[in-house]
């Protein structure tokens, strides 16, 4: 989808939203080491997901290094300038994963990125890879990342083609992940927040197993830790292949007029 979709223009004041979020990571079923690694930091508003790649602990080394180079990201400044910072900071962990790479002397040690910044009333996504940012607004849930990878390459040429003689490569082949190459390019989209509006960051694990619409129902009631048990414990029961990741994040417009507010009962003296 395209940012501008969901552009209201209509920008408020910053610390007029409260933002709740949960979080949750598994093994899985089959794997014994979990290579993903998430960030969950309402209160700096920054969270994220990577799903890391290398084989063993050269995998959990990479998520956890891509996810601690946003740990201490400056909470103040305008969107731009965070969303601009987060992208040098994850720039410079790809130089390190190659370095490592080179120091070990390994093809790739590497791992996706899926991050959410929020700022003054915007929000903004940065990703390399395959691990999702989705957004459930209004009875509607968006994609608001495009997967870096191989399949998403051919869906985009052929589009939904049910054609058998298309050579469709595996799913998880992905084109880009810190890491992957010397030179990086990240993808960033951004819009307005709404009122009541919930995220979801999770790795690939999850959405290998559950559908769009399941997501939609764990998301819509805008309960956090309910959803991010929920989606992953329905990963879980539907094989739980991979590593399985969920940031669930829900903002509330403090300062909307369609609000609830109770006001004490003034006694009688």
Known sequence: MKAE???RGDTREAGAFHW?????????????????ACLDQSKRGVWA??????GHSLGEFASRLAIRSLMDLPCDGALEQRAAAAETRLLEANRRLRAEAARRDVPVIGTTIAALLVAQGRFACVWAGDSRVYLYREG??????????QLEAVRSVHGASSDDTLDRPAANVITRALGGA????????GADVVDGDVFLL?????TNEVG??????????GNCRLAADSLVDLALERGGHDNITAVVVRAQDLSSPDRTVLHPVLQAE
């Open 5 to 7: 979709e969901l552009d």
């Open 20 to 36: 709740a979020s949960a979080s949750r990571s598994h093994a899985g079923r089959v794997r014994e080491v979990n290579e993903d």
């Open 49 to 54: 997901v990577a799903d890391g790649m290398g």
């Open 140 to 149: 509607r849930l968006w994609q608001l990342t495009r997967d870096h990878s």
């Open 182 to 189: 010397d030179s990086l390019e990240l993808d960033a989209v």
């Open 202 to 206: 999770c790795s690939d694990g999850l």
């Open 212 to 221: 769009e619409v399941a997501i939609m129902q764990a998301l819509m009631p």
